[in-house]
């Protein structure tokens, strides 16, 4: 469907004379993925773009690929179906990918429920530069919040194949950050997005 003439062949590298490093230099900072995973309304597109305005304000370049947005474009052609979520998430994947070559911390803020696709996305990137973001909060949360008013149309059953509902989320085994309630509070967008900036501080993606 997505590539009626069969594998190309006869496709080589072409090299660049500006690379990565050359990039981070005059960005004064390392290009990598953040990738927000977590059911619907758990907060991941509130966190992309609290932390997108938080290292704005730092002076850091950052752009987010935000699920939503991405399905007018790039993947408008793509339903909800497990192939179609597979080919949606692998191609977010390797944008993302491009982006942080091109020097961008790059947020990807996508429900990405199967773990293999989200673990095929850490594939294709350098690991150190793919940071996993689990939106740990329970579905009573997001579906109380409900601000798209999805659930209620999933728990109607006019939605079918809704992730948390009649779909499986799979959590992640191996991320980099956990965001939680604590003590039954979900964290403010300011604290959620500060546990994130301490994290790429400490592994040194804010500078060069
Ligand atoms: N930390 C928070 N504290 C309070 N409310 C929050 C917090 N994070 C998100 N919300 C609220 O929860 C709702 C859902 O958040 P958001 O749209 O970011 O979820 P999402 O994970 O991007 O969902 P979707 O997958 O449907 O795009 C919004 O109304 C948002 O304002
Ligand atoms: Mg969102």
Redesign the pocket.
């Given at each position: 469907m997505y590539s009626s003439l069969g594998k190309p062949t006869n496709i080589f590298w072409q090299e660049c004379p500006v690379g990565k490093a050359d990039r981070q230099k005059l960005l004064n900072q390392k290009g990598c993925v953040v990738w927000?995973t977590?059911?619907?309304?758990?907060?991941?597109?509130?966190?992309?773009?609290?932390l997108g305005r938080e290292l704005h304000n730092r002076g850091k370049l950052s752009y987010i690929l935000?699920?939503?947005n991405l399905r007018h474009g790039l993947n408008k052609d793509l339903g909800f179906k497990a192939e179609d979520r597979t080919e949606n998430i692998r191609r977010v994947g390797e944008v993302a990918k491009l982006f942080a070559d091109a020097g961008l911390i790059c947020m990807a803020?996508?429900?990405s429920p199967y773990r293999k696709d989200r673990d095929f996305c850490r594939s294709i990137s350098s690991d150190a530069s793919f940071i996993e973001v689990f939106?740990n909060?329970p579905l009573e949360l997001?579906e109380e919040?409900?601000?798209?008013g999805?659930y209620k149309l999933a728990r109607a059953g006019k939605i079918k194949g809704f992730?948390g509902i009649d779909d499986p989320y799979e959590p992640p085994l191996n991320c980099e950050i956990e965001?939680r309630p604590e003590n039954g509070v979900?964290?403010?967008?300011c604290?959620?997005a500060e546990q994130v900036v301490t994290y790429l501080e400490e592994k040194g993606f804010l500078q060069e």
């Open positions: 927000i977590g059911l619907s309304g758990s907060g991941k597109s509130t966190l992309a773009c609290t935000d699920g939503d803020s996508l429900i939106m909060m997001c919040r409900d601000p798209k999805l992730t965001i979900c964290p403010s967008p604290t959620m």
